[in-house]
């Protein structure tokens, strides 16, 4: 659980884009689950902070996929590969998002 003081200091933050990700159980199509913390209302809507909420599967669904893809030898499909120190190329490039696949930062 976030406090809320925590989250006045997340949410002061400049160009703040907050992702909520949260592990749900899949029910017949249905997602349940719960938020663990609360958000000061406030704090979100004075300077425009945008939220994002992911579900996600379960364990299970994550592993099972895992399996499938090392079954099926799937493999990701590589835009484009930036070294470390171009790094800030790799993000300017994504940004256009012109892209098609994966962007690496090569270490």
Excluded: Y
């Amino acid at each position: 659980m976030v406090s809320h003081a925590k989250w006045l200091g997340f949410l002061r933050q400049p160009n703040l884009r907050l992702l909520l990700c949260q592990w749900a159980k899949h029910l017949g199509g249905t997602v349940i689950g719960t938020v663990g913390s609360e958000i000061p209302l406030r704090a979100v809507i004075g300077p425009m902070v945008r939220i994002q909420g992911i579900a996600v599967g379960s364990r299970a669904r994550f592993e099972a996929m895992n399996r499938a893809i090392a079954l099926n030898n799937l493999k990701p499909v590589l835009a484009s590969t930036f070294p470390l120190e171009k790094s800030v190329d790799a993000f300017r490039h994504m940004r256009e998002g012109k892209h098609f696949g994966k962007i690496v930062i090569a270490l």
